[in-house]
């Protein structure tokens, strides 16, 4: 079933500052849709028309995301006035790795991505040059957003308990929310493959599930499609 109140924005398709082993984005074939999203007039041209279908939905959320990571295009501020401008009533969701710390303007809520607190741990599975401090990068989008949540994904050697959770919530007082995902299956990591059950009022657990509905999905093209692989694009009226 297709959620017709959602749009997912990738401002990037795949390139990423971090090379986790985990990420789903490495198990996706390329296709011939550009990486980039930038405004030039072969975009615009394919983003009016796209448009045109996402005027006739009850668009109420807009997610900046992607396989790759938004803050490396540069034109990611234009890209999201360019969103609030048709759809500024729309909850604006973006999902970060935090490496990167510029000021954001139209968002409500901001999605960071770490496996853990301590840098030098999360470097080992991240492996990304732009390793920073998380609290810094917690108090850094504060004070843009109104909603700031982390997402850890539960593997061995890094959050591995229910109390490793606790401390990371003690210790990111700035956090409204914390997700804990344990490792998708398909990453085939299962040396690393933990699962358990704790309580907190901060936190919750939640399973990626990629595959049990239809998208709508803004590619870097300007082109609406209705998968995360931009394989299956929207060409008919919604109905």
């Not at 997402?151 to 990371?168: F, H, N, W, Y």
């Amino acid at each position: 079933m297709l959620n017709k109140t959602k749009l997912y924005i990738l401002p990037m398709k795949y390139v990423c500052n971090a090379n986790c082993s985990w990420c789903l984005s490495k198990q996706n074939i390329k296709s011939l849709v550009k990486e980039k999203m930038v405004l030039d007039d072969s975009f615009m041209s394919n983003f009016i028309n796209s448009l045109n279908y996402l005027k006739t939905l009850p668009i109420t959320k807009l997610e900046f995301t992607g396989g790759g990571e938004p803050f490396l295009n540069e034109y990611l501020g234009e890209i999201i006035s360019l969103l609030n401008n048709h759809f500024p009533s729309a909850y604006k969701k973006l999902y970060t790795n935090g490496f990167i710390l510029k000021p954001v303007s139209h968002i409500d809520e901001i999605n960071i991505s770490r496996s853990h607190w301590d840098s030098s741990i999360n470097q080992k599975i991240y492996k990304s040059p732009l390793q920073n401090d998380l609290r810094r990068t917690t108090q850094w989008f504060k004070q843009y957003v109104t909603k700031v949540r982390t997402c850890t994904v539960l593997q061995k050697g890094a959050i591995d308990s229910p109390e490793k959770i606790r401390e990371m919530i003690a210790k990111l007082p700035e956090v409204d929310e914390f997700i804990f995902r344990p490792m998708n299956i398909e990453a085939r990591i299962p040396d690393q493959y933990i699962d358990f059950d704790f309580t907190h009022a901060k936190a919750k657990k939640d399973i990626i599930d990629c595959t049990c509905h239809k998208s709508l999905v803004l590619a870097p093209d300007g082109k609406l499609y209705f998968d995360f692989n931009l394989k299956e694009e929207i060409t008919l009226p919604l109905k």
